[in-house]
């Protein structure tokens, strides 16, 4: 399974970006997708995840900013960020977890930038 991942840059605080990612190769079917984030000297935390039913889990830190969606056609998964804070900057790693051959696998993304400036 691979994952690519869209959407990253640099934006002000208060500013908004939206992030992308799409799952590909010899797919059944994709359960949970999410959203993570690595900030620097931090380990990697949730962010937002979205099972194929569409039940929707957001970090306490982002709930009321941060929106999260999917397309089980087209095996995408967005992340809508909205008022964004400095203290959201960080490389954001989309997952997922598919249904292939062999079994259920986790994948992860290159990540992406994400940089909020004050």
């Known amino acids: 399974v691979q994952l690519q991942a869209s959407g990253g840059g640099l934006v002000q605080a208060g500013g908004s970006l939206r992030l992308s990612c799409a799952a590909s190769?010899?797919?059944?079917?994709?359960?949970?997708m999410g959203w993570y984030r690595q900030a620097p000297g931090k380990q990697r935390e949730l962010v937002a995840t979205?099972?194929?039913?569409?039940?929707?889990n957001y970090a306490d830190s982002v709930k009321g900013r941060f929106t999260i969606s999917r397309d089980n056609a087209k095996n995408t998964v967005h992340l809508q960020m909205n008022s964004l804070k400095p203290e959201d900057t960080a490389v954001y790693y989309c997952?997922?977890?598919?249904?292939?051959?062999?079994?259920?696998?986790?994948?992860w993304g290159q990540g992406t930038q994400v940089t909020v400036s004050s």
């Open positions: 190769g010899n797919i059944f079917s994709v359960n949970d």
């Open positions: 997952n997922a977890r598919a249904l292939v051959i062999t079994g259920f696998a986790d994948s």
């Open positions: 979205i099972s194929r039913g569409g039940s929707i």
